[in-house]
Structure formats: C-alpha cells, structure tokens
C-alpha cells in the first residue's frame, strides 16, 4: 500500500512526519476526501476547488500546481489498484517552531492515502438513526480544516446513542451533520442550510441541488428550526462517502421517525445516474 508525501508515492511504511508539522501543533491544515468509482475519481474539479478555497482562507500555500496534484492522485489510486474507494489528501501548513503567529513563509506538506469505501447498500435502501444535539463547532465551518474536535466528539456522542451520524442545530437552528449536509423534503420541496460560515458546503450537496432542480423540485436554502423536523415527510443525509442517506429516525433533544420516500429514492437513482462508469 502507497500513500503520496509532498510528490513523492511511499510505501506506507516508509512515510515519515516531521514533528514541528502546524497540523499536529494547531491541527492547522486543510483536507478533501474523494470517492472512487471504478477506478475514477468523482467530482474531482469541485474537490480541488473546494481545497483552493479553504486554502486561501486560511492563507495556507498549496504546495504544487492543481495538474501535478491531479497527476499524483491518480498515479496513488493506480498503484493501489482502487476501483472503489476513497482517497483522502490534506495540506499542512508546514514544519515552523511552535508559535500560534504563522510566519506566511513555511513551506505547506501534502500527504493523500487511499481506504475502501463502505458498503451503503442496506443504509442507503434503510437509512439511519440520528443524534440530534448541539452544533459545538467554531463560526468558520465553511472552511474544510483537519480541525475536527467539535466533529469528532459529536460523533462519538451519537455513536454511543446507536446512531450512525449526529445533526447538529445553533440555538435551535439546524446546520448540519457531523460528516454530511441534512435535507429535509415537505410537500416536494426540499430544505437545507444555506452555504454560510455556519455549514461545510458539501459538493453532493450542490449536486443534489443541481439535480433536483434539474427535475423540477424546488430547493429552498434557507435556516430552519429544530421542530420543522417533526413535520418533515422525508429527510436524508449527504457526503462524499455516504452519498444519498436516508433517515429513518432522529433521537436526542427530539425523536422522530421518517420512512425512505419518494423524493429520497428518485434523487438517489438520479445520482447513481450521474457517477462514474465502468469502461
Ligand atoms: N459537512 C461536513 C461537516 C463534512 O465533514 C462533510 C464531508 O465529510 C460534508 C458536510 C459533506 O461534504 P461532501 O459532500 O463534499 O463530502
């Protein structure tokens, strides 16, 4: 197994980290998980675009061109062999004296490494439990940092509650899952947290919008509160990993219960359209 470190591909287990690297200090990097069908990476474009976004918000220097990161994952997802899979890379900042101030000179470290992907095929046809419970995160989530805490204990929270992903709200306002975008369909319509400071902006989430639209739903992004969960006809969950979910209960601060319906199941036969083929 390769993983990438700067431009090189190692065998795993001669990859090696330096100790003063920002991201261990300050967790102060920046990441993307692709998934990979058939050997393809999907959405690739928004992916990298989405990097050069967080990049420049936190004036963190992209090590190489966009076409030699390009050139590297997919050289990794070759050598793996991954036909169905995920491949995660990050930037650090890169290797300073330990100091909260960044200098605008250090010299940013990429690392990717590839995983298998899940098997969805029963919580994608089921769906899953969620944890509803308080959005404990920082004001700048709209930038995808490695940075996880607030990610990371919410997570652990539901799954301590046998629910498979936790739903976060602001003050009894709904942003987002710990690992996905929430969307909730009533009468058709679909409603999901508009792309503020508040939310990752998921890119299956814009392709969820985009196709929705493209099929005449109406998408309305616009902050809603907790209760409007309870009126709800469908809701499911996305990500890049997880794709289209369906939720099939929500516990914790509230408890409702939802069947997978129509809007879920033609949205996710309508992605399923638009990944990756085999050649
Ligand atoms: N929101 C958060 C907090 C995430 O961590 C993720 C992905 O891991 C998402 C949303 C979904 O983003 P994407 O669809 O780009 O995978």
Known sequence: ??????????????????????GYYFGDGIYEVIKVYHGQP????HHLDR???SAEKLEIPLPFEEKKMIDLLMELLEKNKVMNGLVYFQVTRGVEPRNHLYTRNSTAVFTAFTQPA???EETQ???????????????RCDIKTINLLGNVMVKREAADQNCQEAILHRSGT??????SNLFLVKDKVLYTHPATNLILNGITRQLVIELAEQHQYSVVEEPFPVEVLEHADEAFITSSSVEITPIKSVKGQLSTTF????????????????????N
């Open 118 to 120: 899940q098997n969805l």
């Open 174 to 179: 709904i942003t987002e899952g710990s690992s």
């Open 259 to 278: 069947d997978v319906g129509p809007v879920t199941k033609d949205l996710q036969a309508k992605f399923k359209d638009i990944l990756p083929k085999s």
């Open 51 to 53: 990097l050069r976004s």
């Open 125 to 139: 046809k089921n769906g899953v439990d969620v944890w509803l419970t308080d959005d404990i995160r920082w004001l």
């Open 1 to 22: 197994e390769y993983i990438i470190q700067n431009e090189q591909l190692l065998p795993k287990a001669e990859a090696s980290i330096n100790f003063e690297d920002r």
């Open 42 to 45: 999907f959405a690739m474009d």
